[in-house]
């Protein structure tokens, strides 16, 4: 079982943005933050699920059912229905990722829930604030 937490941060007063995600694979925990252009907050949701999607299939952790945690609720619905109106250009190519996993499951959860993703993004946002 893979387990894949994700999330993205917007400060849109000092046009900072940042994604993360969060991979829990045989006994290893992999964490990846990188700064982002400040776009919008729901497509930076979107970009870092393909951000860690591209990063699981390179590194070939894509043989186990895959278990998505996201607390953005668009992210997770348009998963579901295998559609977005305002981003289905890039859910486009996570659904297509996800084609390479035996199985797997998305789950909308809270911010405390998904608190190691959410806090490399305040870190990383704090960090491009000095």
Do not use: C, W
């Not at 982002?36 to 907050?41: I, M, S």
């Not at 979107?46 to 894509?62: E, P, V, W, Y």
Request: glycine share 0%.
């Amino acid at each position: 079982m893979i387990k894949l937490y994700t999330d993205a941060g917007l400060n849109t007063n000092l046009n900072l943005a940042a994604t993360s995600y969060v991979i829990k694979y045989n006994d290893q925990i992999i964490k990846h933050v990188e700064q982002q252009q400040p776009l919008d907050n729901h497509y930076l949701e979107f970009l870092a699920l393909k951000l860690a999607l591209d990063d699981m299939n390179r590194q070939h952790i894509n043989d186990d059912i895959l278990f998505i945690h996201s607390d953005s609720k668009i992210l997770t619905d348009s998963i579901d229905k295998l559609y977005s109106k305002h981003y289905q250009a890039i859910l486009d190519p996570i659904l297509e990722s996800l084609t390479k996993f035996p199985s797997y499951f998305v789950k909308h959860i809270s911010d405390k829930d998904n608190n190691t993703a959410h806090s490399l993004i305040h870190q990383e946002l704090i960090k491009l604030r000095k």
